[in-house]
């Protein structure tokens, strides 16, 4: 697969905001006791970047490895409606905007990271 400059340039900007969205640029602390592997789905989740199927230019939907749902965004989905976080998601309401609430849940996720990192460990986020 090959990107344009500006194709790259959308990925990096979407990703920044994301970025900000989701974390409001905290440090995931305290990261020295996170394992690796723990890390790496923080850190997915935390850049939000899109997984590679989605970077193809023919990508419609790509099926949950968790509950099987074909999502559009999957990081979306897994973050608002999959069945396997529901547990990320006690407050209901937030932004109309789909991904703007997706952000929200994850930074109120970040905050109590010993309950995500159940949550990643037994259902890892898409990649
Ligand atoms: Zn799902």
Redesign the pocket.
């Known amino acids: 697969m090959t990107c344009t400059a500006r194709q790259i340039d959308e990925l990096i900007e979407e990703q920044a905001a994301w970025y900000a969205k989701a974390t409001a640029y905290r440090p995931l602390l305290p990261a020295r006791q996170l394992s690796r592997a723990d890390e790496v789905k923080l850190h997915r989740l935390r850049l939000g970047y899109r997984t590679l199927e989605e970077l193809r230019d023919d990508f419609e939907s790509r099926q ?6 074909l ?1 559009r965004h999957p990081l979306r ?2 973050l608002l ?5 529901a547990q990320l998601r006690q407050q209901i309401g937030g932004p109309e905007d789909d991904e703007d609430r997706a952000a929200l849940v994850l930074r109120r996720a970040l905050e109590d990271l010993p309950r995500l990192l159940v949550v990643v460990r037994s259902a890892p986020p898409p990649r």
């Not at 949950?64 to 749902?69: I, L, Q, T």
């Not at 409606?81 to 976080?85: D, G, K, M, V």
């Open positions: 949950c490895d968790h509950c099987g749902h999502a989905h897994y409606s999959c069945p396997a976080t």
